[in-house]
């Protein structure tokens, strides 16, 4: 059945690259809510009700899609487009085998080398609200879930024509913004999203704000200077009290010392085996020093899949001992500290003012600004 009169595009859409770091040959889309009306190369094929099933593969003609009945044939491009107040669909890629993602409003398919590119096209509110649910869980307080959506779209905003070469504007992994797809588990936070709806973080001139969060800052965030060597006066540390009692507060390591001589000897080290720069913490350093030799404490996180970059090292017998505060790179919103700040009666406008200094909370207009 063909749908005459195809809905417009909202004007605060956003595209995000699903299963973006993997390579998709095939796929099994279907229906979960509303109803869909499926277009191939801007052609309406048919429509689609709650439970329908289809199946995307990538072929050297282009891309087929079938049902359980029939084959509708290959095109450059596949659109599943919802077409009711509330759509929601499901996407799994088959090959490779991965988990499903569900998700609101829209599913356009094309190609990009030999594989499948998966877009999510959705409200961008909607897209937030997946977002806080990915990033900070279902269970958090309403005014952290405040917080952390004007952080989130802040990004979004700021970032997005990020991958526009690609076909889209943010993808669903870590290094844009983690998105699983609909939040599900919680209905306040969509309302948190809707509550701070349009507003953003920006400086005294107007310009968004890189708003950078991690999971726990081990009581004292980093400056964008020490973690990205980025001069950013509203990313300065920022002594937090308010995470110490959090799971990932502190953390240790330990290292055989045969294998951390192995390593310094491998960075062009190879006296002394412990930093002379060494002080206690609380104190976030950019660099060890070994005599006339520098290490990046970044990189030696990265070398050893350490929690944190905010560290000391001792020697214990004929082991090596990391011994660290918090969990990720440390800058702007630590989010254990800032649920905590909730739950203890602050609202979202003091978190945010606590982690980011000499910001503005402003409004941007999404006709003008998502496009």
């Known amino acids: ?125 909607k897209y937030i609200a997946g977002t806080l649910e990915t990033e900070g869980g279902p269970d958090a307080p309403v005014e952290y879930y405040k917080a952390q959506a004007v952080l989130i779209r802040t990004y979004a905003v700021k970032n997005f024509h990020r991958h526009a070469f690609e076909g889209f504007n943010l993808c669903d992994r870590q290094h844009c913004q983690a998105f699983n797809g609909k939040s599900r588990w919680n209905e306040e936070i969509y309302k948190a999203g809707l509550a701070t709806e349009n507003e953003v973080l920006a400086d005294h001139d107007g310009q968004l704000a890189n708003t950078a969060y991690h999971a726990n800052c ?34 240790s390591k330990i290292i055989s010392m045969n294998e951390w001589r192995q390593y310094l000897f491998n960075k062009g080290i190879t006296f002394p085996l412990l930093p002379d720069n060494m002080t206690p913490l609380p104190s976030r350093l950019k660099y060890f020093t070994f005599g006339e030799r520098r290490l990046l404490i970044s990189e030696l996180r990265q070398d050893f899949q350490l929690k944190s970059s905010y560290l000391t090292i001792s020697q214990q017998g004929n082991n090596i001992v990391l011994n660290g505060r918090g969990y990720g790179h440390g800058v702007g919103l630590c989010q254990e500290g800032a649920m905590e700040m909730a739950r203890v009666g602050f609202v979202y406008v003091d978190i945010l003012m606590f982690y980011f200094r000499d910001l503005v909370i402003s409004q941007y207009h999404s006709e003008a600004t998502v496009k």
Not at 37 to 50: F, N, V
Not at 219 to 242: C, H, I, K, Q, R
């Open 1 to 125: 059945m063909l749908v005459s009169g195809l809905p417009a595009i909202r004007a605060a859409d956003i595209r995000i690259g699903f299963f973006y770091d993997q390579e998709i040959y095939s796929a099994v889309f279907s229906v979960v809510q509303g109803e869909y009306i499926l277009l191939g190369d801007g052609d309406q094929i048919r429509s689609l009700r709650s439970g329908s099933i289809f199946l995307i593969d990538y072929t050297s003609d282009g891309i087929t899609v079938k049902d359980t009945a029939q084959s509708y044939g290959a095109f450059d491009q596949l659109e599943f487009r919802g077409i009711s107040s509330e759509n929601v669909f499901s996407i799994k890629p088959v090959y490779p085998s991965l988990e499903a993602k569900e998700s609101d409003d829209d599913l356009l398919v094309s190609t990009s080398g030999q594989k499948l590119t998966i877009i999510n096209r959705l409200d961008l509110e």
């Open 218 to 251: 081990g009581g004292l965030t980093a400056s964008a200077a020490t973690a990205w060597n980025e001069d950013l006066s509203y990313l300065t540390p920022v002594n937090d009290p308010f995470c110490s009692e959090s799971a990932h507060n502190q953390w």
